[in-house]
C-alpha cells in the first residue's frame, strides 16, 4: 500500500514550513511571483512553436515572462537536462515524457536515487491553461510549481540556487539566460524559462477536435460518436466535472475510490475535513496515453475506469452526488472507451518540438 506522508513537497503551500526556505533568493523569487498574479497578463496567439487550436481560448503569459524564443529554447533545453537533480540522474521529461503526453506509464515514478513519490505523474498538456497546480491546488503559477520537483525529495532532491551555481559554470547555458532574460544563470531565469516550455505544451488536434472543432465529420467512427454521447449524457455525467475545452472544470471532487484514503487530497493544504480526499479533477485529453490513472496510478484501464464509474464506487462522506453509478451494455462500455481514446493527439506527442 501506499505510504503518504506530507513532506516539502507543500512547503509553500502551508506558511508552517515556510521556515524550510532558507535562501533570500528563493524568497525573493517567490514574493515578485506572487506579485506579478495581479499584473496584466500577455495575450498569446501563435508562433511557430504553439498555435491555439480551434475551439480553445486565447492562452495568457504573465507580464514579466511573455513568450520569446530565447525563453522557450532555453526552457526546453532545462527541461529534459538532468543536471537540474542533485546527482544529474532525472529530468522533469523523466517522469513527464513527450510520448506520454508528458504524464509517466508507471504508477509511481522513480526521482533521485529511485525513491519513489506519492502520486501519478499527471500529464502537463494544456497545463498552461491550469488556474492552480498539483492535486490540491495550493501553488497558484506554474513558475512556483518548477520548484516543488527541485526540493522534493522523490524527485530532484536538490536546491535550485545550487541548480543555478552549477549552470553559472556553463558557458552554454550562461549565454542563454543572458539571451533569454538578460541576467546570468539564477532562480529567476530558470523558474521562468521552464514554465515558456511549458506553457507551450498545447494540445488540441485529437480527432475529436477534428470532429468537434474543424468541421470534419467524418473524423469519429460511429461509435465513437455514441461514445462521446454516452459521455455527456445526464445520465453518466462525466461531462458535470470533465468539462469544457480541456476536459475539466478544474473543481476538486472525490470520486469514491476509497472509504479510507490514505493521502488527504485537498485538505493537505486547508486541513478542512469538507476537503478530505479531494483531487484536482484532471483533464481527459490523452488519456489513452496517460495509464495508469487517478491521484496513486493505482487503476491500469480505462475499462476499470469505467466500470468504477458504473458501481458508483464506494462510500465517502465526501463523495460528489454526481458519482452515482449507472448501467451500461458491453458495447456501450467499448464505445465510451473509443470515444476516450479519440482524444489522443498525435500530432502534439509527436511534434518535434516537443522532444528532448
Ligand atoms: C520523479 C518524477 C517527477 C519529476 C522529476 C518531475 N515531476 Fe512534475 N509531477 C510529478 C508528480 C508525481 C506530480 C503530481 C503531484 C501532485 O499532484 O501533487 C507532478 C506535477 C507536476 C505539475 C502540476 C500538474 C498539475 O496538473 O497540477 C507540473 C506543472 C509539473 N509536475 C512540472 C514539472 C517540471 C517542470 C519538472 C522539472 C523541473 C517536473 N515536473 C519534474 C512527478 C515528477
Ligand atoms: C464528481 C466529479 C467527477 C465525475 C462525475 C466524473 N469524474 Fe472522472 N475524475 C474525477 C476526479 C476528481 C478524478 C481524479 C481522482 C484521483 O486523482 O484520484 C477523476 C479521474 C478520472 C480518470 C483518470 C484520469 C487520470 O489521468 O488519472 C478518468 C479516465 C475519468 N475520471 C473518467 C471519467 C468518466 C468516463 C466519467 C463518467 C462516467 C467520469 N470520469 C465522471 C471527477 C469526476
Redesign the pocket.
Known sequence: MLNYKKSE?FWFTNLGCLSKITSVFLLSMIFMACEDDDAPADTFTESMFVEIPDGFPALDFPEDNAFSEERYVLGKK??FDPI??RDSS???????RPSRAFG?MVP?????GG?I????????AN?GY?P??????G?PT?EM??L???Q?H???DFNVVLIAERLAHDPIYTAMCQKAYGRDPDPFCITRA??T??RTLVSGDSRYDQYAFQGDISALTSAEINGMDLFFSEDLACSSCHSGFNFTNYSFENNGLYEVYLDKGRALLTNQPDDEAL??V??LRNVGLTAPYM?DGSMETLLEVILHYESGGVKHVNKSPEVKGFELTNQERKDLIAFLNSLSDYEFINDPNHQP
Open positions: 513537497n532545462l527541461f537540474l537533480s532525472v529530468s522533469c521529461g523523466s517522469c513527464h509517466d509511481l515514478s522513480n526521482g533521485v525513491a513519490g506519492n502520486r501519478n505523474s499527471p500529464s502537463l497545463i491550469h492552480y497546480f498539483l492535486r490540491e491546488g501553488v506554474l510549481q518548477v516543488v520537483p527541485i522534493e522523490s524527485e530532484f521552464i514554465s516550455f511549458e483531487f484536482k484532471p483533464t491521484h
